[in-house]
């Protein structure tokens, strides 16, 4: 579960944004950290950029590449972070990508990509961290607003998200006997590297901002928060839960993002 006494935490897609955030906070709280990302060379800059509290002198954060998608990729992943520093006792996979497009203009390749990585990804890095995950751990997969608030052009992204709730739901079912924890947080507009290419597009910032009852976008550090605290022990008792993060977003409407897009580019 630990090495040299320390909780081991693998954050998948913590290159940038949501899980670089992650990775820093549970670094920072004291875990052992693996980095994990599509950007091998990515994940290992942001290991090493890690603060390191209190560990042996001989091991420290990793950063590996790993595609969500490849499942033999992600099998050795988890089999090489129990070799090497015990059975984890924390994952956390923020690995996502998105597109934009009408359904009846959808690409199914588009459609496969932004499923493949959201969803089956989510998938498999559950499957594997559930193998090797530590009795009382605890596994955390990034959902969407767009979970249950649909808009428009993002058909594959809001049906991948929602099936990533009901599969954290069926998993929590199933690894529950082991007292593994398993739930997903879902943000609401949060500037990353991921959504900052629409919030180039003029309006739509301010769209998503009015329809925010607090009045602002969200921070990666909060939504690293939430997640340092679904794998603390104070949240032993929750699992299958999905927590809305987005500054009450939901109650409220989504952005008409195609017409926005429309009237930039029309």
Same mark, same amino acid.
């Given at each position: 579960?630990?090495?040299?006494?320390?909780?081991?935490?693998?954050?998948?897609?913590?290159?940038?944004?949501?899980?670089?955030?992650?990775?820093?906070?549970?670094?920072?709280?004291?875990?052992?950290?693996?980095?994990?990302?599509?950007?091998?060379?990515?994940?290992?800059?942001?290991?090493?950029?890690?603060?390191?509290?209190?560990?042996?002198?001989?091991?420290?954060?990793?950063?590996?590449?790993?595609?969500? &998608?490849?499942?033999? /990729?992600? %099998?050795?992943?988890?089999?090489? #972070?129990?070799?090497?520093?015990? +059975? $984890?006792?924390? !994952? @956390?996979?923020?690995?996502?990508?998105?597109?934009?497009?009408?359904?009846?203009?959808?690409?199914?390749?588009?459609?496969?990509?932004?499923?493949?990585?959201?969803?089956?990804?989510?998938?498999?890095?559950?499957?594997?961290?559930?193998?090797?995950?530590?009795?009382?751990?605890?596994?955390?997969?990034?959902?969407?607003?767009?979970?249950?608030?649909?808009?428009?052009?993002?058909?594959?992204?809001?049906?991948?998200?929602?099936?990533?709730?009901?599969? &954290?739901?069926?998993? /929590?079912? %199933?690894?529950?006997?082991?007292? #593994?924890?398993?739930?997903?947080? +879902? $943000?609401?507009? !949060? @500037?990353?590297?991921?959504?900052?290419?629409?919030?180039?597009?003029?309006?739509?910032?301010?769209?998503?901002?009015?329809?925010?009852?607090?009045?602002?976008?969200?921070?990666?550090?909060?939504?690293?928060?939430?997640?340092?605290?679904?794998?603390?022990?104070?949240?032993?008792?929750?699992?299958?839960?999905?927590?809305?993060?987005?500054?009450?977003?939901?109650?409220?409407?989504?952005?008409?993002?195609?017409?926005?897009?429309?009237?930039?580019?029309?």
């Amino acid at each position: 579960m630990s090495t040299a006494g320390r909780r081991v935490s693998v954050v998948v897609g913590g290159a940038s944004g949501l899980g670089l955030a992650t990775a820093r906070l549970l670094a920072a709280s004291g875990d052992l950290v693996v980095v994990g990302d599509v950007d091998g060379d990515g994940a290992k800059r942001a290991a090493a950029e890690l603060p390191d509290q209190g560990g042996e002198p001989d091991v420290g954060h990793q950063g590996v590449a790993v595609d969500v &998608t490849d499942e033999a /990729a992600v %099998e050795a992943l988890f089999a090489d #972070v129990t070799a090497r520093h015990g +059975a $984890p006792h924390g !994952v @956390v996979n923020c690995a996502g990508v998105s597109t934009l497009s009408p359904v009846v203009d959808h690409d199914a390749g588009e459609w496969r990509r932004v499923v493949d990585v959201c969803l089956t990804g989510s998938f498999l890095v559950l499957k594997h961290a559930g193998r090797h995950v530590a009795d009382g751990g605890s596994l955390v997969t990034l959902s969407s607003l767009n979970a249950r608030q649909p808009g428009t052009g993002l058909a594959a992204y809001c049906a991948a998200k929602a099936g990533v709730v009901a599969l &954290t739901e069926v998993t /929590a079912l %199933e690894l529950g006997p082991r007292r #593994v924890r398993v739930n997903a947080v +879902a $943000p609401g507009l !949060v @500037v990353t590297p991921l959504t900052a290419p629409a919030m180039d597009i003029p309006g739509v910032r301010d769209e998503y901002v009015a329809n925010t009852p607090l009045g602002r976008p969200g921070r990666p550090e909060e939504i690293a928060a939430a997640c340092r605290f679904l794998l603390s022990d104070e949240a032993a008792w929750i699992t299958g839960e999905t927590l809305d993060i987005n500054g009450g977003a939901h109650l409220q409407r989504y952005p008409d993002l195609m017409d926005l897009v429309t009237k930039a580019f029309a």
